[in-house]
């Protein structure tokens, strides 16, 4: 029993931290309606100032995080300034990848600045304890619960009395009424994001009292972290964010002290997986905006895409002109044979694993591009791909003509498994919760050790040998870059014939209105079902030929940020075109090779890069070619073709 109590209370601690992050994301989210991935590096980004200011500026802790605060609440307003006021007439998936890119660049700026390796973290309260009878608690603890508390109080008070909260309560709710009341939702949203930063130099200050070190990779964890915890209590309820820290903290512990510290993250992420099969807008949130196009609300009900600008309407993303698969295929091919037997090998190699990640980009084509849901988490599902591959090669023995449907296979079964609790959900809880699968499938790689082998990875995967050529592998020196594009041009051939008759119409319905769908007689969870199995199929083909490439998987190979690259790549060559997935996934591997000369710099011009494409190209790199037009309105569906197949 004193073990549960302490137990409870550390787990009390750590909760308290989540839920000052979560609370920030869920600020932003619920009156700007942007989900800020930069949140995580906010808190980075705070922690350092205040180590700046003690280790550095010889502050005190106190002065040093004033300090903190003003720099915080800078750069949470230039996160404002870029990503929601200078891209706002962009596709609503802009700001997700924009403070996506904001946060890469935020991490690599402090590397720059001060130092990639860990710094000790100033904490007047470490090592010292408070005996209650048997029970033992760390000073820290309770001074992360006391400021934790007081903070609370006191933004309580400011929501419920001030002008300021009560215009932010007003936005939240409804932005589009709050204004034709009278009420300036402007000064609500620049506070809100002034609010997240603040929040940033809290949490950092907890975060590094609590482990009493910090490190610039620390952003993206917590970050996850939070995003966890506002899902899990109400992705738009403050005082579900805090919940939700709170809860995730005390599982978090228990099952750290009960059953292991290597299973606290599956714990915390298999928690948010449970509350998003039997309760889906969390422990506090409502559904009163589902019927309303989701979080657009009664202002905005002409379209439920995630590819819209803040109206609700469809923006130029969405209207690449499409190109010929003929023309498509046929390029494809062309740069297959110039890479297999016309260039050196390390050229040769970097066109190979271009050819890879844009196999696996080809399946949020069909998933984002096609049928709307935004994936963050498909990183996971290449993954998948590339450990059956290296199972099946290393244990079994299997030459590639039975690789490939096995994959296939266990890719559409992985497919079926993500869609199942993303169902229920649309819009930004789309991202959010495929965000929580990918992590937990990032960490069933890394504790499954009997299967996977852990963080040790399976290694000795040969190269792909054939029945047909009797047991042999191709001998000739571009025979794995070969093999690689002809994966990709059968993943191209897939999707061409997805995009012939009504399959591909009745996902462009489902895509610009989940609701008229409906209205159609389109039932839209068979095909929403179907484009996830088929995104799955594809990212496994890409993680397949990545294992017979590297001869080598580990679960760091396919972390989330694999997950962002990808659909990074799917937006910066065309979101809705097989070939931007193409130009886009042979684009982003070939340009951190010509960077090599600017490591150091490579995370702050790829972001710069993405911003500006967001910003000038919104159609991707395809509209270089294509002039930008407007989408025209979907297509309704072909006599007898709505419905369940």
Excluded at 335 to 350: E, H, N, P, Q, R
Excluded at 579 to 585: I, R, S
């Amino acid at each position: 029993m004193v073990v549960l109590i302490e137990q409870f209370i550390n787990g009390l601690a750590i909760g308290s931290v989540y839920a000052i992050v979560a609370l920030g994301f869920a600020l932003v989210f619920g009156v700007a309606k942007v989900v800020n991935f930069a949140q995580g590096s906010q808190v980075m980004a705070g922690a350092y100032l205040v180590w700046a200011g003690t280790a550095l500026w010889g502050l005190p802790l106190w002065a040093a995080f004033l300090a903190a605060l003003a720099g915080s609440v800078l750069i949470a307003l230039l996160i404002d300034l870029i990503a929601v006021e200078w891209l706002g007439d962009s596709a609503e998936i802009a700001p997700l990848l924009s403070t996506l890119a904001l946060s890469f660049m935020l991490d690599q700026g402090v590397r720059l600045i001060w130092s990639p390796d860990p710094v000790a973290f100033p904490n007047p309260f470490a090592g010292i304890s408070l005996q209650a009878g048997p029970l033992y608690f760390g000073a820290t603890d309770l001074v992360i619960l006391a400021v934790t508390l007081a903070f609370m109080a006191a933004f309580s008070l400011l929501l419920k009395f001030s002008w300021l909260g009560r215009s932010i309560r007003a936005a939240a709710q409804d932005a589009v009424a709050a204004q034709q009341m009278g009420v300036r939702t402007g000064p609500a949203k620049l506070a809100v994001f002034a609010l997240s930063g603040g929040l940033g130099a809290l949490g950092g200050v907890l975060v590094g009292m609590y482990f009493q070190q910090i490190d610039p990779s620390m952003g993206l964890p917590f970050g996850l972290k939070g995003f966890a915890a506002a899902m899990v209590g109400g992705v738009a309820s403050l005082p579900g964010a805090v919940l939700g820290g709170l809860v995730l903290g005390v599982f978090e512990s228990l099952a750290g002290g009960y059953i292991g510290s290597a299973y606290r993250d599956i714990v915390a992420f298999s928690l948010l997986l449970l509350v998003l099969v039997l309760r889906p807008q969390g422990l506090l949130g409502s559904r009163a905006l589902q019927g309303l196009g989701g979080s657009r609300g009664a202002g905005a009900i002409p379209t439920t895409s995630p590819l819209a600008d803040n109206s609700g309407f469809p923006v130029t993303v969405m209207g690449t002109r499409p190109i010929p698969m003929r023309w498509t295929m046929g390029l494809t091919l062309l740069i297959g044979l110039l890479a297999s037997f016309a260039m050196d090998g390390y050229w040769s190699g970097v066109l190979a694993q271009g050819a890879i990640f844009a196999t696996a980009a080809l399946g949020l084509t069909v998933l984002t591009g096609m049928s709307g849901y935004v994936s963050v988490g498909n990183g996971a599902l290449m993954g998948v791909g590339a450990y059956a591959c290296a199972l099946i090669t290393t244990r079994l023995g299997w030459p590639f003509e039975l690789v490939l449907p096995s994959v296939i296979v266990i890719g559409a079964l992985a497919g079926l498994l993500f869609a199942y609790p993303i169902l229920k959900l649309s819009g930004h809880m789309v991202a959010l919760a495929t965000l929580a699968l990918g992590q937990i499938g990032y960490l069933v790689m890394l504790n499954a050790i009997p299967l996977t082998r852990g963080p040790m990875g399976i290694g000795g995967i040969g190269e792909p040998r054939f029945a047909l050529l009797g047991g042999r592998a191709l001998e000739f020196p571009g025979a794995m870059t070969a093999l690689c594009f002809a994966v990709l041009l059968l993943a191209l051939y897939l999707v061409h014939l997805l995009q012939r008759g009504h399959l591909s119409m009745n996902f462009q319905l489902i895509r610009e209105d989940r609701l008229a769908a409906d209205a159609y007689g389109v039932h839209a969870t068979p095909y929403v079902v179907i484009a996830f199995i088929t995104s799955s199929i594809m990212a496994s083909l890409g993680g397949m030929m990545f294992a017979y490439q590297q001869a080598y998987v580990s679960p760091d190979s396919f972390l989330i940020l694999f997950s962002f690259l990808l659909l990074t790549m799917v937006l910066a060559g065309g979101i809705v075109s097989p070939f931007g997935a193409v130009a886009g996934g042979i684009a982003l591997i070939a340009l951190p090779e010509l960077l090599r000369g600017h490591a150091e710099y490579r995370e702050l011009i790829y972001g710069t890069v993405l911003i500006l494409i967001i910003k000038f190209l919104p159609s991707g790199l395809t509209s270089l070619s294509f002039g930008r037009r407007r989408a025209p309105a979907a297509p309704a569906p072909a006599a007898g073709t709505g419905g369940t197949p």
